[in-house]
């Protein structure tokens, strides 16, 4: 085998766009003949996909998947982005989504150990999604992605604006672990509706508890509140009861423990928790939540597409 120096995998990289342990693998099935390995990239897709890799993928879907193993539970969710929503309603790029959520499921990891995962086939999540790229002509991007496991209890999952026909896709997913020694079933329950709870309620929750908000947000809060309260001309005594009243007004609305539970406002979803456990006479802890909504923080270019269409018609 003919050696695979940097100065040749920089070549090929600069040549098709595509990743660098991409070109090094093509490379190395073939013997280190540039153009052959040019050739390989296309074929898989990855040289394709790498050229659309600028083009900015907003839509897409969320997936969700759970697996049981004894007392204890995992779920994973993934967002996988397509640039158009017509690609996101694809069948094919929605059975992706699921074998990639599945994959993460077993993947303790971040989206680049799950991007080498294998999934169904074989294949690698990574080099499913450039398959796909190569054969709908979108960019695609496995944006994020989490993981929640307990030994005892429960992860459940909810998914909000589902896909056509599906329960484990949509807009937004959430998952929920719950540990415990109680029923599984219930313990299942209790976690998929406080994670319907996190997927619906305005805001949504920003952390588990108060501890766990991130002390730059309660900080800014506290600055908008105390500029607020100033406001009002009242002494500085009253003004600073009056901050120290709004920021744990803000904290019931954004820390889903204190959270009015939207199938009961008259008890908060803590209080929820604690009514479960008497019921199962066991303690019930929430240990964690994740909350991926499509497309949060991306970009959007704002492309005028009747006239990228005349452009391409020639049409004035």
């Known amino acids: 085998m003919a050696d695979i120096t940097a100065?040749?995998?920089?070549?090929?990289?600069?040549?098709?766009?595509?990743?660098?342990?991409d070109c090094k693998r093509a490379l190395e099935e073939t013997n280190g003949d540039i153009p052959a390995a040019v050739d390989l990239l296309r074929v898989k897709g990855l040289a394709k996909a790498a050229k659309k890799a600028d083009r900015v993928a907003s839509e897409g879907v969320v997936a969700v998947a759970t697996a049981r193993t004894g007392a204890g539970a995992t779920a994973a969710a993934i967002e996988l982005n397509s640039e158009t929503d017509f690609v996101a309603r694809n069948e094919t790029f929605q059975a992706a989504a699921r074998q990639i959520a599945q994959a993460a499921v077993g993947v303790d990891g971040d989206v680049e150990a799950i991007r080498q995962a294998k999934v169904e086939g074989g294949q690698t999540a990574a080099e499913l999604i450039a398959?796909?790229?190569?054969?709908i002509g979108e960019n695609m991007t496995l944006r994020r992605a989490a993981r929640l496991s307990v030994s005892q209890g429960a992860v459940g999952v909810y998914v909000h604006n589902k896909a056509p026909g599906a329960t484990d896709l949509g807009r937004i997913g959430v998952i929920v672990a719950v540990e415990g020694a109680g029923d599984a079933a219930v313990l299942e329950e209790l976690a998929r509706n406080i994670a319907l709870h996190a997927a619906g309620h305005n805001p949504p929750p920003l952390s588990l508890s108060a501890d766990e908000l991130d002390p730059a947000t309660v900080q800014k809060e506290r600055e908008i509140q105390t500029a607020t309260a100033a406001e009002s001309g009242k002494p500085a005594n009253v003004v600073e009861k009056m901050v120290e009243g709004r920021i744990r007004k803000w904290m019931e609305e954004v820390v889903l423990l204190k959270q009015a539970y939207v199938k009961n406002p008259d008890q908060t979803v803590e209080q929820l928790v604690a009514e479960t456990a008497k019921a199962v006479g066991s303690p019930i802890k929430v240990v964690g939540f994740t909350r991926l909504e499509l497309g949060e923080g991306v970009e959007k270019k704002a492309d005028d597409f009747a006239a990228e269409v005349a452009a391409m018609t020639g049409a004035s």
């Open 7 to 21: 100065s040749m995998v920089k070549d090929l990289r600069e040549t098709t766009g595509a990743g660098m342990m």
């Open 131 to 135: 398959g796909l790229v190569a054969t």
